[in-house]
């Protein structure tokens, strides 16, 4: 199974049956249980061959396994993962409200806000496309793309609160916060499992979602206004709650990857690629929340 983020997709992290397997046939020695799965392919943080971490000569020896293991200070931790989340989405706030304070959105000025808005967010495009294909984290990556992520979101804040409903992105932000602490609340109670058939229908709906949304884009762009009328009105609202629920699925599916990393000693640099997904799940649902609740202020 592959993580919903694309930072996650190139990487071993997955699960299958709902048990931590790293698309694993045995598991690491104190690591939980593992089921045979017929779509089980090694573990990349497993001891022994399979592990391309364990071949560090200084690295411990399991006098039972006779395997390398990799020293305790080099493994991730759910502290690590914490400290660099904190420290992308610290670059994203700090830059957005930055970029709101610093580009103003009145009508004289807006066209040039937006503008910079629009190149911010290529930018920050770019720069997560090059970090997905790389083999390992980049810290310098991860943190420029929060940074230009951050622009983006300052600026079409600023324009949301300005002309649309002073106030709306506090409530998206609170909004966001309650989906993430719902969904972790719901995950580590055991109400939601990431199983594979999980995973399969969260991805399929969410190419199906994407998709829609490119096909209303084109038609905004050659035929104006609101295109195929997927981000306004009724079917705007609909739509907002349904990117909602599948950003809270992907938050599901990151928690998952997470808990996978830590189980099998996933190298410490793989806190940042943690961290890098998560953020981008975060901006997504923020976005979603952001239109929704901008869509039902501006019909009151």
Same mark, same amino acid.
């Given at each position: ?160 609160? @300005?002309?649309?409903?002073? %106030?709306? #992105?506090?409530? &998206?932000?609170? !909004?966001?916060?309650?989906?993430? $602490?719902?969904? /972790? *609340? ?8 990431? @199983?594979?058939?999980?995973? %399969?229908? #969260?991805?399929? &709906?969410?190419? !199906?979602?994407?998709?829609?949304? $490119?096909?209303? /884009? *084109? ?13 306004? %009105? ?16 992907? *938050? ?49």
């Amino acid at each position: 199974m592959r993580s919903s983020n694309p930072v996650f997709s190139r990487r071993g992290f997955s699960r299958d049956a709902g048990y931590a397997g790293f698309n694993a046939q045995q598991p690491q020695a104190g690591g939980p249980a593992v089921g045979t799965s017929p779509y089980a392919t090694g573990n990349p943080y497993a001891q022994g061959a399979a592990n391309p971490y364990a071949t560090n000569p200084y690295a411990p020896q399991d006098t039972q396994l006779g395997a390398p293991q990799q020293a305790r200070g080099n493994v991730m931790t759910i502290d690590d993962v914490v400290s660099r989340t904190a420290m992308t989405l610290g670059t994203v706030v700090v830059t957005a409200v930055l970029s709101w304070l610093l580009l103003p959105v009145d009508p004289a000025n807006l066209g040039k806000s937006y503008g910079i808005a629009i190149g911010a967010g290529l930018v920050a495009l770019v720069l997560s496309l090059v970090q997905s294909f790389k083999r390992k984290p980049s810290p310098a990556l991860i943190l420029g793309y929060a940074a230009f992520e951050g622009v983006f979101l300052g600026v079409i804040s600023a324009a949301v609160s @300005t002309y649309i409903a002073d %106030g709306v #992105v506090v409530q &998206a932000v609170l !909004g966001t916060m309650s989906v993430f $602490a719902g969904v /972790l *609340l719901a995950y580590k109670m055991g109400w939601i499992r990431v @199983t594979r058939r999980f995973y %399969g229908f #969260v991805m399929a &709906a969410a190419m !199906g979602f994407v998709l829609l949304m $490119a096909v209303n /884009l *084109l038609f905004s762009v050659f035929g104006g206004g609101d295109g195929l009328g997927f981000r306004s %009105g009724g079917l705007g609202i609909v739509f907002g709650i349904v990117g909602i629920i599948l950003g809270a699925c992907f *938050l599901a599916l990151d928690f998952k990857q997470v808990e996978d990393g830590v189980a099998y000693g996933a190298p410490r640099e793989e806190a940042w690629l943690a961290a890098f997904g998560l953020t981008m799940t975060l901006v997504w649902i923020y976005l979603e929340m952001l239109r929704l609740l901008s869509i039902l202020q501006g019909d009151d």
